[in-house]
């Protein structure tokens, strides 16, 4: 009964867990303009990071250490150390979005400027990894997250015409007076914002500070083959809302609050509230995820005592990293940039780091020295490498597509 | 001899950039490089475990390289820093990855986490200050 309820949570977790700022911007905006002929992208994303979680998740159980761990020892200094300031730089950007999506959310239900809370929410983030170890948490956020399935009520609620619907998510087309760099460039963006690489840094240093043993593969199984989908399910849904509602006016996404409009038309002030919780919670979840994250990929790098579990004292490197990043990311989220271009950028160089973090987790998953006699299976590995050819294709494409569409202007 | 040393080790696949766990399963630091000796015979043994940009700057060689070991001599408060060794007679096992037979705080490999646990990270209030 009690593993029933963990593998529930775990799940209920995941899905809320599944969608940040990255899927709150890119499929508001995706939907907004080109309707739903970029849900291509999340599935494709969804299949990419099913497997690659999965593989991360049973890596990490079964050789009781986190994937960044094993990059230095498999690939060696000199590539693990490339790889270490590629991975932090886009989780450092996608921390900074993440903590003024936060911020912006707060604004949406205060009508207070962002800028105010941006100090407060980065002082929170940082009190919860300090005391609270983030674990009861993880689940409160991930819960709170579910009620993004508001979007889904809204859509529900407009009446759509589902045949038209389908047949626009079936035969994409890029509308008239867009050109297919600029389509292919959001495809990317799409693509980038359903599979960050932090979420994978994250996963599996859980899976070792759990103490994950080989009886809880079948919970790595469970929160990944369930709770992803759903959650890719709540990020269609944001989509469909912004392809029904903002799409037919016109409406250039700018602001995060055009992102919640579809739901307040559609289900008034109370719907509006919840999906501003959704909001709250998702990007808080996330902007913790993140921070531990540069955390945990620096330490292991170096060699450094890590852990959300273990007390400051006892890891006073790993909590100076993220104090350090928590600080920077606040500065650069108060510089005035648009955290709406910071999210942007985030994703799509988020596409460009896929392979750093994707190539090693395949090989360690085949080398039995890690894996005993669960190593990759030949489905798992043929569809691994076709996931592979795709990130490295999007990863190929991203910087010269954002080059020549002025990043989708 | 210590039977969960091995006497014998490809120290490429199996000893560099190994991660170092103490006797209290906190990780210490990783395996940067080796300090080696040779015997009358002139086979080389492995006489201590080498850590911090002392020893893997010049691993990683290049310019980059240079660079890092140029910051972190200056940084050093000795007049000719040496990288910080863990004498080999302190490793209890060699598996997944290098055991210590001591605790983290009491090698040199955690100089630079101890001065930031005395400055930084125990100074802020609910560090949980045990010791002081």
């Known amino acids: 009964m009690k593993k029933l309820l963990e593998v529930f949570l775990g799940v209920l977790t995941a899905i809320g867990g599944f969608v940040d700022i990255g899927e709150l911007v890119a499929n508001t905006e995706a939907g907004a303009r080109y309707g739903l002929a970029l849900i291509w992208p999340v599935l494709l994303g969804l299949v990419v990071v099913l497997l690659y979680a999965e593989m991360a998740g049973r890596i990490a159980t079964l050789s009781e250490r986190p994937v960044f761990d094993l990059v230095r020892e498999r690939l060696g200094e000199r590539a693990a150390l490339i790889n270490l300031i590629g991975s932090v730089a886009v989780n450092f950007l996608t921390m900074t979005a993440e903590i003024a999506g936060v911020a912006l959310s707060i604004q949406l239900a205060t009508d207070v400027s962002y800028f105010l809370w941006i100090p ?290 | 001899m210590n039977a969960d040393v091995p006497d014998v080790i490809d120290v490429g696949l199996r000893f560099l950039d190994r991660q170092i766990i103490d006797c209290n399963d906190r990780e210490v630091a990783k395996v940067d490089d080796l300090e080696a000796a040779f015997d009358g015979e002139g086979r080389p043994y492995v006489i201590a475990i080498m850590c911090g940009p002392g020893a893997w700057a010049p691993r990683l060689g290049g310019r980059p390289g240079r660079w890092i070991l140029a910051i972190w001599r200056r940084l050093h408060p000795a007049v000719e820093p040496e990288p910080a060794r863990i004498p080999m007679n302190v490793v209890a096992k060699i598996d997944s990855a290098v055991r210590l037979s001591v605790p983290r705080t009491s090698t040199a490999a955690a100089t630079l986490d101890r001065w930031v646990d005395h400055h930084v990270i125990g100074r802020i209030p609910g560090a949980g200050n045990e010791h002081v």
Not at chain 1, 296 to 317: C, D, H, M, N, T
């Open chain 1, 120 to 409: 407060l929410v980065a002082f929170g983030v940082w009190m919860i990894i300090w005391k609270v170890k983030f674990s009861i948490l993880e689940n409160v956020f991930g819960i709170l997250g579910l009620t993004l399935f508001a979007f889904a009520v809204a859509v529900w609620q407009m009446h759509p015409d589902w045949h038209s619907l389908f047949s626009q998510a079936t035969h994409p087309t890029v509308p008239h007076g867009e050109g297919h760099p600029t389509y292919l460039y959001w495809a990317i963006a799409v693509f980038g914002g359903t599979i960050m690489p932090y979420e994978l840094f994250f996963f599996s240093s859980g899976a070792v500070e759990e103490r994950w043993t080989r009886k809880d593969l079948f919970i790595n199984r469970a929160n990944v083959y369930l709770g992803f989908p759903l959650g890719a399910a709540a990020a269609i849904s944001i989509m469909t809302a912004a392809a029904l509602v903002l799409k037919p006016a016109n409406i250039q996404v700018n602001h995060l609050d055009q992102a919640a409009l579809p739901v307040g038309l559609a289900l008034g002030k109370v719907g509006l509230a919840v999906v501003l919780v959704g909001f709250f919670a998702a990007t808080f979840g996330a902007s913790l995820e993140t921070a531990l994250s540069n955390g945990y990929v620096i330490s292991q790098f170096f060699g450094w005592s890590w852990g959300k579990l273990v007390s400051p004292r006892e890891a006073p490197l790993f909590h100076a990293v993220m104090l350090v990043t928590i600080i920077l990311a606040a500065g650069l989220g108060l510089s005035t940039i648009d955290p709406i271009k910071i999210t942007e950028y985030s994703i799509v160089f988020s596409a460009v780091a896929l392979p750093l973090t994707y190539v090693p987790v395949l090989i360690i998953a085949n080398d039995p020295n890690y894996m005993g006699d669960k190593t990759n299976s030949r489905m798992t590995n043929a569809l691994g490498m076709i996931s592979l050819v795709v990130v490295v294709v999007a990863a190929t494409a991203a910087i010269p597509l954002m080059i020549a569409t002025k990043a989708g202007a």
